[in-house]
């Protein structure tokens, strides 16, 4: 990739640009790292949405490199706290953070000034539903990137496209079909697309709000094998109804519950020895 695909735009207030990813994978360093660093440090953090409380109280560190699985019944907060990690509340009305603070690298996130586009560029999100444009597969990944490097040059971006979809594990099935419609995909195929597409960004967080719920078991199988291979390099942090995908992929669990984290831990340890009732029994199915 160019090193201008790793500037940020020229408006930029300098905060947060240093989190998209550099040209040079950091594959391989995590077997030579004996502890990862916190990417995301939530201290405290409360949301209401208009009168209502969402989250209080939240605090957690993410590590860096590893898989993060957030687990609760449902309307429990585990969206809106992912959503506060780049800003995507913002626009929801009634939103407003009631307390604490949410740091991404250090920096925090709702500073004034922050460069809101260059956030969400090192924080990417993925959906529950598959949400390709009804454009080509290359368009796809294409539109995105122009975003953010107006005038880039065709090769570069053909490099880039390919590059994504490679880390997606899809370009074998889509490398002679790039003109296609993304929307003649299987339902798996276009969740490795997003996948792809908010890859190409290059973020240093990758967020996916229950990718899988709408998927089969295979194409869920598939989704989780990328997320492992893609936890070598990226910072990743899903919210998960299915326990046994978090007990499979993750590292680190945060247990939900009523707007409050009630656990946070290594995934063994919140699984099989919780250090709350509510989460043991949660765990092993018995509400929610
Ligand atoms: N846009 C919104 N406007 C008002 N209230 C909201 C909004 N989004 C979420 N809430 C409320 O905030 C609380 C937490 O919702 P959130 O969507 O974060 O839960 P969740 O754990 O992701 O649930 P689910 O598992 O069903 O997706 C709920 O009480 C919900 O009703
Ligand atoms: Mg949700």
New binding site residues.
Partial sequence: MSDTFASDSAESLGILETLVRPAVSRAGEREAESTSAPMVTVNGLG?A??S?T??EGVSMLIPERRITA?I????????????CFNRM?DG????RISGGTVLLDGQDVYARGVNVTALRRAVGMVFQQPNPFPMSIYDNIALAVREHERGISRSTLDGIVEQALRQANLWDEVRDCLTQSALSLSGGQQQRLCIARALAVRPTVLML??PCASLDPISTGRIEELLLELSADYTIVI?T?NLAQAQRISDKVGF?LM?RLVEFGDALQVFEASARPETAEYVRGAFG
């Fill in positions: 949301v949405y208009g209502k969402a989250l957030f609760g019944p449902s309307g429990c907060g585990k969206s809106t706290a992912l959503r509340n929801i009305s009634g939103f709000d229950e919210v109804h939900f707007g």
